[in-house]
């Protein structure tokens, strides 16, 4: 990451309160007005600051998509991967530099359709990362296409007479495999969005927040449900708030409610937790860890 002085940070400030977090030679940004990814970045850049980590210890990944490229705008370490792999890149670096917080940031096609085998096992495994969804129902950048959360029976350009295929319950599918943290919000939810991911920072094994957001070029073009800003009305009007809920009962339904809250916020030994724990058994004083800063790299003095 390149550093940049106070003055410079003063500055940027001046522009945008989140703009010392953002690589602003790449912007315009390419998303669609009243599309709502950059509110989610906001409020992860909002929560980073009132976090006080490191910014050097810090690293985001994503994948393809609409979504993915919020790593190629933040003025962190970042990483943007191949489709659907995401995740299995934060393992490896997660396991190589334990010491970073890692943030995969992507969307539901990537993450949950190509990717979800990822998913499920890295959550199995509890691997120590936090992983933000954003869910827009459809995929955005390659045409529109049914995604694995589309529900029934909107319209995709894949199904234009109407989903027939039933969608995953996120939350449910993630608590199922082991998550230790498990939130779902909307990007109408913004005090509340930024203090899940700063309390998700603070947490470690496996963290999972989905944010819903608009896709007003497609999905709602596609599902005549109006621009962007009816989205977020229909956010206002139907989301309800059920913090602790059983996970099984918060699938989302065509305009249906959609049910927000923090539903599973536990601790349990992380996979490096395990694996130390393991071989320290089983070989005893033969067994080295990894040190805290990591295997080959170092840091540099």
């Not at 400030?13 to 989140?18: E, L, N, V």
């Not at 906001?42 to 994948?63: F, H, M, N, P, R």
């Not at 992507?106 to 120590?128: E, F, K, P, V, W």
């Not at 989205?231 to 989302?252: N, P």
Request: proline letters at 6%; charged letters at 20%.
């Amino acid at each position: 990451m390149s550093k940049i002085t106070t003055d410079e940070t003063e500055i940027l400030a001046q522009q945008h309160p989140i703009a010392p977090y953002l690589r602003m030679d790449r912007m315009p940004h390419i998303w669609c007005p009243t599309c709502g990814i950059g509110t989610v970045v906001k409020c992860y850049a909002t929560a980073l600051e009132q976090s006080g980590v490191d910014l050097d210890k810090v690293a985001v990944v994503s994948g393809i998509g609409c979504t993915g490229r919020v790593a190629g705008y933040m003025k962190l370490d970042a990483f943007h991967t191949t489709h659907g792999r995401a995740i299995p890149f934060a393992t490896g670096l997660k396991l190589g530099r334990p010491e970073m917080l890692v943030t995969v940031f992507s969307g539901d096609g990537d993450l949950a359709g190509i990717g979800g085998n990822h998913l499920i096992h890295t959550g199995r495994r509890n691997i120590d990362m936090l992983v933000i969804l954003v869910n827009n129902f459809i995929y955005g950048m390659t045409g529109g296409q049914n995604a694995p959360t589309t529900p029934i029976p909107a319209r995709s350009s894949t199904m234009p007479y109407g989903n027939f295929e039933p969608p995953f319950n996120l939350p449910h599918l993630v608590a199922s495999c082991g998550a230790t943290y498990v939130a779902r919000w909307t990007s109408l939810h913004i005090r509340r969005l930024t203090k899940s991911f700063n309390e998700a920072i603070h947490r470690k094994g496996f963290r999972f927040i989905e944010v819903i957001a608009p896709c007003s070029t497609l999905y709602a073009r596609l599902n005549k449900l109006g621009t962007g800003f009816h989205l977020m009305q229909f956010y206002h009007d139907h989301a309800e708030i059920h913090h602790g809920i059983d996970t099984r009962e918060v699938g989302i339904g065509y305009q249906d409610t959609i049910i927000c809250g923090k539903f599973i916020d536990e601790e349990k030994p992380t996979f490096l937790e395990l694996m130390n724990n393991h071989y320290r058994k089983v070989l005893g004083d033969k067994f080295v860890p990894m040190p805290l800063e990591g295997g080959m790299i170092r840091e540099q003095d």
